[in-house]
């Protein structure tokens, strides 16, 4: 079973710039959500996609988007990039719903640490 | 408005002794309620969850207790190991129109000294 991975690990880009991080999903998953952790805070929610589509979006402005590909992987692009756009973004996959049962649980990759100065 | 809040940045415990970490919420719709651990340079890994009907949940030697009234839960780790330092974030599940929206508190530092 492949679990999440995240590309890049690190990057460092300036202020104005755009940024396109992407996401692999745990094997089975079909639902994509991304995350921003800021140093010293909690992962915060941005978006959450499925079936390709968003269905679920936390307190970003318009200039965080982001898409879902048909074999479940997506990515998160952030145009004009501000100072406070530096943190660890990271990307969670999830099962819609299973028969027996849901945890409820999100599977995280390592996230993608983006620097802008 | 912090919906879910851990009040405790970090926390020192002696090895073979209980870690008992806390979580405050203030919305009553959440209906899951989910526990995550993080090493240094690696994504959150879940470790346990309590669905809002519940007051236990057991999984080894981590147990999370859910008080709905008070709107509070706790993660009761026993007996503590040094592997799990590392820092823990609470969760909270609000379903709407079906989707999930998963709220994280700031997280604790658990260190278990040897």
């Known amino acids: 079973e492949t679990g999440v991975t995240q590309s890049p690990t690190h990057l460092i880009k300036t202020r104005g710039q755009q940024v396109t991080l992407r996401c692999s999903s745990q094997?089975?998953?079909?639902?994509v959500s991304w995350y921003q952790q800021a140093l010293g805070q909690g992962p915060q929610f941005i978006f959450q996609?499925?079936?390709?589509?968003?269905?679920g979006r936390g307190n970003f402005p318009p200039r965080f988007s982001g898409l879902q590909f048909p074999n479940y992987s997506s990515e998160l692009n952030v145009n004009a990039l501000e100072l406070d756009d530096s943190a660890l973004y990271l990307c969670?996959?999830?099962?819609?719903?299973?028969?027996?049962?849901?945890?409820?649980?999100?599977?995280f990759g390592e996230g993608s640490r983006l620097t802008v100065l | 408005d912090q919906q879910v809040k851990q009040n405790s940045p970090s926390l020192s415990v002696q090895e073979g002794r209980i870690s008992i970490l806390n979580c405050d919420y203030t919305?009553?719709?959440?209906?899951?309620f989910l526990w995550y651990k993080k090493y240094p340079a690696e994504g959150p890994t879940f470790l346990i969850s309590?669905?809002?009907?519940?007051d236990k949940n057991e999984d080894g030697r981590f147990t999370v207790f859910l008080n709905k009234s008070a709107k509070h839960l706790s993660l009761h780790i026993v007996p503590s190991q040094p592997g799990d330092s590392a820092v823990y974030f609470c969760?909270?599940?609000?379903?709407?129109?079906?989707?999930?929206?998963?709220?994280f508190g700031t997280g604790t530092r658990l260190k278990v000294l040897a």
């Open positions: 969670a996959s999830s099962l819609a719903w299973t028969s027996g049962g849901y945890t409820g649980e999100l599977f």
């Open positions: 094997s089975g998953h079909n639902t």
């Open positions: 996609y499925y079936r390709e589509e968003e269905n």
């Open positions: 919305n009553s719709m959440f209906d899951y």
């Open positions: 309590i669905s809002s009907i519940k």
């Open positions: 969760a909270a599940r609000e379903t709407t129109s079906g989707t999930y929206k998963y709220i």
